[in-house]
C-alpha cells in the first residue's frame, strides 16, 4: 500500500502525480491499520478501438478495503455488543483510490512502482499452469508486463518490453 500511495516521492519520479488521489491519501492516512480482511485491488480494462501500441489502450482502477476495521472492544454500543456477542466483524467495502473519470495508464503504473520491486532471487522459481498460455494470445505481451512487473522468476525482463 505504501508504494501506491508514496512511489511519487522517489526522487526518480518526483514530476509524476501521485498514483493515489489527495481525497484517497487522506482516507489512507486516517486509516489507524490494515489488517483482517484488508485488500488491494487492481483491475485492467483494454479498450480494443485503441492501437496495440497506444498507451491509453490499457487503463487500470485502483481500489482497497480496510477490512475488519470496526473492533466491538473498542466501542461501548449496542451494535458493538450484538458483535461480540455474535463473534463477526463487519467487512468495509472497497474505495477509489483514484478520481471518478481519472485515467491510469499500465505505462504509468509500470514506470512508477518497477523501482519498488523485489529483486528476482527473493522469489521461486516460476509455473505455468498447464493450458494458460493459450488463451490470451491477443495479449500475451501485456500479461508478460504485468508479469514482469512482479518479478515472480529469476529471468526477469529488464530491458522494459
Not at 11 to 36: G, I, M, Q
Request: charged share 25%; proline share 7%; glycine share 4%.
Amino acid at each position: 500500500m505504501n508504494v501506491l500511495r508514496y512511489c511519487n516521492l522517489d526522487e526518480s519520479l518526483l514530476e509524476e502525480e501521485s498514483l493515489v488521489c489527495h481525497n484517497a491519501l487522506e482516507r489512507l492516512h486516517n486509516t489507524k491499520e490494515l489488517d483482517y480482511m484488508s485488500y488491494i485491488v487492481l483491475r485492467m480494462f483494454e479498450n480494443t478501438e485503441v492501437a496495440l501500441e497506444d498507451p491509453k489502450r490499457y487503463r487500470i482502477e485502483m481500489t482497497f478495503s480496510r477490512g475488519a476495521d470496526l473492533s466491538p472492544l473498542e466501542k461501548n454500543d449496542s451494535e458493538a455488543a450484538s458483535l461480540h456477542q455474535e463473534h463477526t466483524l463487519p467487512i468495509m467495502g472497497p474505495e477509489r483510490l483514484q478520481e471518478v473519470g481519472s485515467y491510469l495508464t499500465l505505462e504509468t503504473l509500470e514506470k512508477m512502482v518497477r523501482p519498488f520491486a523485489m529483486p528476482a532471487e527473493d522469489f521461486p522459481p516460476p509455473s505455468t499452469p498447464a493450458g494458460f498460455s493459450g488463451y490470451f494470445s491477443k495479449s500475451a505481451a501485456v500479461l508478460e508486463r504485468l508479469v514482469n512487473l512482479w518479478p515472480f522468476h529469476k529471468n526477469v525482463n529488464t530491458s522494459g518490453k
